[in-house]
């Protein structure tokens, strides 16, 4: 599903219209030798790169994006530096929440291609050291999906108990949850005459996963990718996964949602303890393949539930995003410098798993940028994305500075929240327009008429091809960035020690590691910032800096002694 923090809290996915595509069902895959082995440790320090398969590339000119799309553009992720793609549901699906309300877990949407088109797409990202990661919504499934069918039948088919079944009167809901889209999570099934739950849509019925059977049905789905040659999985709205037997009503608080509803805690359907028995259990499944990663999709609200994530003996999730890194809208030095400190201090030395920009959320580039300093902004967050230690995700056109292009009018909206919830909440078509590759029609992602959603008016500024040959663009700036990340030892596994940690405007940070030390200096001030750094806290007796990546004339600026950072401004040099 699709969580959002930038609008009050709200949290999205969509419903729509159910239209049963009928998927091709997979065939057991082609005998490959084995499953592919992977390097365990790949992820580590790696980039991801978010795709939403309907908005990246158009193959076939129908004016939806599609696997054979992203299979063209391989060699652009690979020049990027990507090294894993993370894709956005694909299966058959009605599109009620455009992919996260699934009918069949174990085939392609025809929309967006066959089998064969994924075997390929793996296959020809693996040639170029890409991995690929499947999104898994294990949290519900679509209303149409033969599982819910059958449950909904009677109360006592085989599978009456996959779902959250609860008794009750018509009107009168078993209790006062809210479903993260708005409105009561409840709804009335006038052939069991009993209520299910559904944590999003109605549309998007929960799964029982107190249910063994249902468990070992995903587990299997998930060996099944596996055999495919898939890398890793992105978990959809885990901490969803269980509710409160006891559905003990939630305290209200102060205020409504953008739907009108009186807003709740969410203590009782969030983030139970038994998440983490299935954490445990799908990093078993998983670890049959050394490096199959697990990334989850974990709005969680603090630092001590997201350390939880990954497990007291780490044999849980390997990445919990952490959301609540960048997907704020504060562009300050202090809160940066502290949530650093906390990734590197209160995670017990796992890997942290950094994002600004996804599916759910306003662009970064509209969430932090002032109007008149936009283009630095961007870069300075592109520098506290890709040279902390972490794993990064780059969401699709984030690199090239794509900007939110909401809809103006209802009409426009298609997101169901942005069509439940106007005009507080616009939906999130905004964040989801065509990728922008070339100044030609329709920003060169599609060859039919029609884009599903209006491209950017703003493309013929902001695209791949313009960008890829000035080398002052944003995209360049990104390149440069990833491909230091990756050569430079002290930015790929170095330490990483917070340094001038006074300093109100300026985050400043020294990773050490393999002989080499870099000083990274981030100016948040819209303001020129004079820098002089103590030699026994930078750890190295020399004062001279190499400036290996710049935002801003800080060139000839060689000494540690005194740096003067323009206003957004960043140096990323080597201290010797
Ligand atoms: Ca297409
Ligand atoms: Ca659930």
């Known amino acids: 599903m699709s969580i959002k ?48 398969p309907r908005s990246f590339a158009d193959s076939d000119g129908d004016g939806v994006g599609d696997l054979n799309g992203i299979t063209a553009h391989l060699d652009y992720l690979q020049e990027l530096g990507v090294d894993g793609i993370w894709i956005t549901p694909f299966y058959p699906s009605p599109q009620v929440d455009f992919g996260y309300d699934i009918t069949d877990y174990n085939a392609i949407d025809p929309q967006y291609g066959t089998m064969a088109d994924f075997d390929r797409l793996v296959d020809e990202a693996g040639k170029r050291n890409i991995k690929i990661i499947n999104d898994l919504v294990l949290n519900h499934t679509s209303d149409q999906h033969p599982w819910f069918l059958e449950s909904r039948s009677s109360r006592t088919n085989p599978k009456a108990d996959w779902y959250v079944w609860v008794d009750g009167q018509p009107g009168t809901p078993p209790n006062n949850w809210l479903s993260i889209f708005g409105h009561s999570a409840w709804q009335w099934d006038d052939t069991r005459k009993q209520y299910y739950y559904h944590a999003f849509y109605k549309q998007q019925p929960d799964l029982n996963w107190r249910n063994r059977a249902v468990r070992t049905a995903m587990y299997d789905m998930i060996r099944g990718w596996m055999k495919r040659g898939v890398a890793g999985f992105r978990l959809d709205a885990v901490p969803q996964l269980f509710e409160d037997p006891k559905l003990t009503n939630e305290k209200f608080l102060e205020g409504k949602n953008a739907y009108g509803d009186r807003l709740t805690e969410r203590v009782h359907t969030d983030n139970l303890p038994e998440v983490h028995d299935v954490y445990r259990e799908l990093r078993q499944v998983v670890d049959v393949t050394p490096g199959t990663v697990l990334i989850g999709e974990t709005y969680l609200p603090n630092v001590e539930q997201l350390a939880a994530a990954y497990g007291a003996k780490d044999d849980e999730l390997q990445l919990p995003m952490d959301t609540q890194y960048g997907m704020g809208n504060k562009l300050s030095a202090e809160f940066f410098r502290e949530k650093l400190r906390q990734a590197e201090t209160e995670l017990n030395g796992n890997m942290p798993l950094f994002v600004f920009d996804n599916h759910d959320n306003r662009r970064s580039w509209n969430r932090f940028g002032d109007g008149s300093h936009d283009d630095a902004i961007a870069r300075l967050i592109a520098t506290l994305l890709l040279t902390p230690r972490d794993t990064a995700l780059v969401y699709y056109g984030q690199e090239i500075g794509m900007m939110n292009n909401d809809p103006k009018t209802l009409e426009q909206v298609k997101d169901p929240i942005g069509k439940i919830g106007w005009p507080k909440e616009v939906g999130r078509d905004g964040e989801r327009t065509p990728m922008q590759w070339t100044v030609g029609p329709n920003a060169g992602f599609t060859s039919g008429p029609t884009p599903w ?109 005194k740096l003067v950072l323009p206003p957004f401004g960043v140096v990323v040099g080597e201290v010797h």
């Open 453 to 561: 959603l209006p491209v950017a008016p703003n493309f013929p500024q902001v695209n791949v091809s313009l960008e890829t040959g000035n080398p002052s663009s944003l995209l360049s700036y990104y390149r440069k960035l990833i491909h230091l990340r990756k050569e430079n030892a002290a930015l790929q596994h170095g330490d990483l020690k917070i340094v001038d940690a006074k300093n109100p405007d300026v985050l400043s940070f020294v990773r050490t590691g393999g002989g080499s030390t870099v000083l990274v200096s981030m100016n948040f001030s819209d303001s020129a910032k004079s820098l002089s750094f103590d030699a026994g806290e930078i750890g190295v007796a020399g004062r001279a800096l190499t400036p290996l990546v710049e935002s801003g004339s800080v060139s000839g600026q060689q000494s540690l002694d």
């Open 5 to 52: 923090i930038s609008r009050r809290a709200v949290l999205g996915a969509v419903w729509g219209i159910a239209l049963l595509s009928f998927g091709c069902t997979a065939k057991p895959p082609a005998p490959k030798a084995a499953t592919p082995a992977f390097d365990a440790n790949w992820w580590k320090g790696a980039v991801i790169y978010e795709i939403y």
